[in-house]
Structure formats: C-alpha cells, structure tokens
C-alpha cells in the first residue's frame, strides 16, 4: 500500500497559509488575497530518499483569528504533521504562537508541529531571526511562498521527519 | 467566521449518500452531486476521503458519526463545498454529502471582506511607520547637508566682500558680483529646501506676534525701487488706509509669502506695471481678514500649467537668465496653508498673473505701542585692542574670521583649531571674547563651552563672553548654544556687519556688568 500522510497548515489569516500549499503542490503563487473558508484538500506525492513514496495530503485550513483553538478539531483529527504558518512581518499572527503549541502539544500528544515564518522576502532574513528569537519565538524555517525559497526543502525535511 | 455542524437542517442542500464496504469501495451512491461509480476505491475519488483510512488506523471512530464542514471537493470540473459526515454502521461507512456551496460563496465575501480591511489596516499602518521613518531620514538628511554645504558658502560669502573691498578692475568687480549673487542663489536654495522639509514635517511653528504692518509694506516699496528702475516698469501699491497700524500674526512667513509672489512678478514682468493691493475682507472683533492681490503684466501662464504651479521643483520658464529654485511657490502655498488662509491664480499668457492671498491677522484693541529699534553698541575705551580667539578647525573658515576682525583694527585675534586648544588658549591668555564653532573635533563647542563655564573659578576664564557659530542656523542650534552657556548665536554665512555687531555687543555689555 502506497505510503499516506496526513499534513495540516495551520495559523491566523493572512499569514499565507494557501500560498505554501499552492507552492508546495503546483509550484504557483499569487499576490491576490483570497480567503480560505472551511479547508481545501490536496495531495503531492513526494519521493523519499530510501525510494518510497510519500503521498502527502496537505490540508489548507482557514485561519484564525485570535486562538489555534478556533479550528475545527475534526479537521486535526488522523494528522501526521502540523505545520503552523506565522507572517514574519506581522507580530499578532505569533504572538500566541507558544500557547498555541502548547494546546497540540496536550491534545495531539504524537503529532509533531513544525514552526515556518512566511514572507521572508519581506524583511531581512537575519534582523528578523534575531527578533524573533529575542521575542522567544522559535521557529523551524523561514520561508517565502513568493519567492519559493526554503518552502519545498521544508516539505521534504517534514516527509523524511513523519516516515522515520 | 464559526461555521455550525448540522446546516442541514435549516437550508435545502442538494445531498449525496455513499455506502462503502470496509475496504473503501463504493457499494451504493446516488449521482446527485458527483458522478461517482459503484466499485470506485473512495481514496480515490478525492484526497480528503484518504481521512477514512486513517481513521481505522488510529481508531477514531469512537463517536460513530464525525462531521466534517465546509469542505473543498473538486472532481473535474465540479466543485463544491460541501459538510460531510460519515457514520459507521455494522458492515459499512455511509458518507452524506451535504452541498451548501452558495451559502458557503456568501459567508466566503464576507469573511473576505473583513479579513481584507484588517490587512488593509495594518499594511497602511506599515506604510506610515516606512514613510515616517523617510521623512525623519530626509529632515536629517537635509539638516546635515546643509551644514555641509554653508560652511564652504560661509567662506566663498565672506571672502566675496572682504574681495570687494580691494582695488579692483572692472572685470574683476564684475566677477566677484556674478560669484556673490550665485552664493546667494545657492544660499537661498538651501533656506528653501530647509524651509520647505521643516514645513512639511510639522516642525515650522507659526509665531503670532505684534508688527507694524505699514513698515512691512513699506519694505517691499524700497525692496523693490531698485529694479523697477532699472527694468523702467511701474510698482504700484494700493493698501488700505483703514488696516491698522500694528497686527498680531507671523511677520516673517507672511513677507516670506508675499515677497516670493513679488519676486516672481518682478522676475516674469519685462513691460508694463506690477500693482500690489491690500483690502480687508472682514473685521470682527480682534481678528480681521486681508486680500492680497499681486498683479503683473508679464508672460503670465499656460491655463494646463497652472494646477501644477504649487508643486515642488516646478519651472515653467525655461529661459536660464531668470534664476529660481523651483521651491517658492510650493513653500509659498504650504505656508499659506499653515497660516490658515487660501492663495488663488489667474492668468493669461503674454498678458499676466494675478495672485490673490487671504490671510487672517489678530490686532489689539488697546492703544498700540511702537516696536524697540536694535540697541546701537559701542566697544569700550580701551588703550589695547581687544583678543579675540576663534575656535574652528576649518582653515579657510579661520582665515576669513581673522581677515574680518583684523579690518577692524580693533582685535586682535588667535587660532585655535579644537575645544582642547581653546582650553589651553584661555588659561594661558586673558580674551575679551570668544568666537566658537560648534562643531569641532576632540571636545565640540557646546563641551568646551561647559568646561569654561563650569571648571575654573577664575571670573576672567569663566565669564569670557562667547558666541556660538554653525551651518545649522535653526532655533534648536541657538537654543542649545544659550543653554551650554554661550551668550549668543550667529549662523553661517554670516554677515560682516552682523559678526562685527555681536561681538560689539556681547563686549560693550561685558564692560558695563
């Protein structure tokens, strides 16, 4: 049976949560705003250095305003992976970041979550890490679904991670 | 946006039922939403149903029946959002598909609508915070060009007149006075771009205060005979005679406003007659409004020129003879502005421009009372001419002090090329005053001053009288000069007869403590 994973991107509007996901999956972007409602659903099969493949189900879910707990729980249940998006240029999309963690921490006790900036492009790669990390913001990757960097070498540390 | 579970039961959504046997495949479906085929793996069909194999894996059907809202299903050309929920039964799951996609569209442009103003909030927000720290970089950009560049006009200035006092020849004269007038042009470029950065930052502060206004209108009559005459072109003036004498506003920007127009009018006029009129438009109480109207019969301007006439570095004249920098007007218009009041232009080409200016003013209703004159000084009698040292570390700067002071036949004058040397300067010599550039190395002027002030008990180093000079001719500068402790302030370039009255003066009231 062909390898499935269930991968779930989560975190506040606008952080560019559907812009990853459509990075990830058709190599496009777009500067157009546009609003996910619910969660779309699509999957990518990726190859695994030990030659298996990987098919992973990326689920794009709307965002939150205030709290990761405003997310319908049954759209996290079976997941493999989270990936939570915050927008490197605006400071209320991770301000709750660590309490957020917590709660997937306590409520999916085996899912491992992963931390990407988004909108790199947007700021310096370096003042901003720093910021972050004096705000006690840790984070797993910084990335640019515009400009693509860090985005598809992220997904394919993430599929290694989840098949170990 | 909260999405509830079980919408089915208060709209009529098209529904799909799926029965699936325990291995995923398609028993029983309707075609009412999808065209999806008996036997078909459901897996397949759409990555969201690979949810159901999870489920079994981890045993998440606990509850028997999940809900799943507001879920993009795409086959084909079919997309939908639908609610799904699946139901373990016995020897089956039945998924029902509940399409609610225009409901879902709707709450979609709403949700859209809310999220897109928060973003619009905060990039607005962002786009202030770069535009304002632009702003601060320009003003401080601007500030410390213009240090940079009054220095060295200081000296071309200074030398100028030092130049036009030596025997000359004809051609000679000549050319120091193209070399004055363009160091003056330059000069005025700078106090425009300083103006005009100080005014559109906020930190231009309108001053109301007492003036004669039939002396500032007077002014422009003597301004302005010189080249009347000698463009043979009439100046006419017609003010009121019911405006009072003294009114309260900000003298300084208002004949800054006017003498721009009037400028201008005199520039662009080669025939004909230039008329400047002040009526009242209204008095009520204290406060009164004034009509300012400078008519010219000069090449006037183009009708589609004219929206554009208030903007920065515009120039509609292309002939090189007539000077401008391109800021007048707009500074013109921005100080208007300021003083709350409204700036209107007519014009024709080849006949002329008409300005018309409405300014607000205060009056007192008491009794006025005439304006103190500048106090005339005198150096005290001495037998000995009096010390000078001149703090500056710029040489050419040094040369053209000591080359003003030693005309005199007064001073004598010393050279110190930082705040260290002046230290040493002064306790090995007595000095009548000291002449202080603020910006030198080691210890600055504001510094050196300090220590003078504040370190020696000896009242002849201590109470030295001393002037500050700089490039940054602003009132923060002389603010900060009287609060180091230095008893006056001249900016750069200065005048001669300026340079030589503050000294006179800050000795003469030295003499008389």
């Known amino acids: 049976m062909k390898l499935s994973k269930k991968v779930v991107l989560l975190g506040h509007f606008g952080v560019g949560k559907t812009s990853l996901f459509r990075r990830f999956i058709d190599n496009e972007f777009s500067e157009e705003y546009k609003v996910t409602l619910g969660v779309q659903i699509k999957k990518k099969t990726v190859q695994l250095p030990d030659g298996r493949e990987l098919s992973m189900i990326i689920w794009d879910t709307e965002g939150h305003s205030n709290s990761i707990e405003d997310t319908r729980k049954s759209y996290l249940l079976g997941s493999h992976a989270f990936i939570y998006v915050f927008d490197v240029t605006r400071p209320e999309t991770y301000r709750t970041l660590n309490q957020d963690l917590e709660y997937l921490k306590e409520n999916y006790t085996k899912v491992p979550a992963k931390i990407l900036g988004n909108k790199l492009d947007l700021v310096n790669e370096k003042e901003i890490s720093n910021h972050l990390t004096s705000q006690n913001i840790y984070f797993d990757c910084l990335a640019s679904a515009k400009t693509n960097k860090n985005v598809q070498d992220f997904f394919s540390d993430l599929a290694k991670e989840i098949t170990k | ?513």
Not at chain 2, 234 to 254: A, K, V
Not at chain 2, 283 to 297: A, P, V
């Open chain 2, 1 to 513: 946006m909260t999405i509830h579970p079980n919408n089915h039961l208060q709209f009529n959504p098209q529904i799909q039922v799926i029965n699936l046997d325990n291995g995923g495949f398609i028993k029983k479906t309707d075609k009412n939403i999808f065209d999806w085929s008996k036997g078909s793996l459901i897996f397949e069909v759409h990555p969201f149903f690979e949810v159901l194999r999870n489920f079994e894996e981890n045993n998440l059907f606990e509850k028997k029946t999940l809900n799943f809202p507001c879920i993009h299903i795409e086959d084909g050309k079919v997309e939908k959002i639908c609610d799904i929920t699946f139901t373990l039964e016995e020897q089956e799951v039945v998924i029902i598909l509940f399409d609610y996609t225009t409901k879902y569209r709707d709450l979609n442009q709403i949700a859209q609508q809310k999220n897109e103003s928060i973003l619009l909030a905060r990039e607005l927000e962002l786009k202030n915070k770069y535009l304002l720290e632009k702003e601060e970089f320009k003003n401080s950009f601007i500030a410390n060009i213009n240090h940079e560049i009054r220095t060295p006009l200081t000296s071309i200035l200074g030398f100028v007149e030092v130049l036009e006092k030596t025997k000359l020849t004809f051609e000679q004269e000549e050319l120091a006075r193209i070399i004055k007038r363009e160091s003056q042009h330059l000069n005025a470029l700078i106090d425009d771009m300083i103006d005009l950065s100080k005014i559109e930052s906020g930190k231009l502060k309108v001053v109301e205060e007492r003036f004669s206004f039939y002396n500032l209108m007077n002014g422009f009559k003597e301004s302005y005979s010189k080249i009347t005459e000698e463009k043979q072109i009439i100046f006419e003036t017609n003010i009121d005679p019911n405006i009072q004498e003294y009114l309260i506003g900000d003298s300084t920007r208002i004949y800054q406003i006017l003498n721009n127009i009037l400028t201008n009018a005199f520039k662009f006029t080669e025939e004909g007659k230039i008329v400047f009129s002040v009526t009242k438009n209204y008095q009520r109480t204290n406060k009164l409004s004034l009509n300012f109207k400078i008519e010219d019969t000069g090449i006037g301007i183009l009708e589609e020129n004219i929206p554009y006439l208030f903007e920065r570095f515009t120039r509609f004249n292309t002939d090189k003879r007539v000077s401008g920098t391109g800021l007048g007007l707009a500074i013109v218009k921005n100080l208007v502005d300021l003083l709350n009041g409204e700036i209107k232009v007519n014009s024709a080409p080849e006949k002329g421009t008409s300005f018309n200016i409405k300014l607000p003013f205060k009056f007192e209703i008491t009794k006025a009372t005439p304006k103190r004159k500048k106090k005339k000084y005198t150096l005290p009698k001495s037998t000995t001419k009096f010390r000078i040292l001149v703090v500056e570390d710029e040489e050419i700067t040094q040369y053209l002090i000591m080359k003003i002071l030693i005309s005199q036949g007064t001073f004598f004058v010393d050279i110190a090329i930082n705040g260290e040397e002046a230290i040493k300067y002064i306790e090995r010599r007595k000095y009548d005053l000291i002449l202080m550039d603020l910006n030198i190395s080691k210890i600055d002027g504001y510094q050196t001053t300090k220590i003078i002030r504040n370190n020696y008990g000896d009242k002849f180093i201590s109470e030295i009288p001393i002037i500050g000079f700089s490039g940054k001719s602003n009132d923060i500068t002389r603010d900060k000069c009287i609060r180091s402790g230095m008893d006056d302030f001249i900016p750069k370039p200065f005048e001669q007869e300026e340079l030589i009255y503050k000294i006179t003066k800050q000795i003469a009231k030295k003499a008389t403590d």
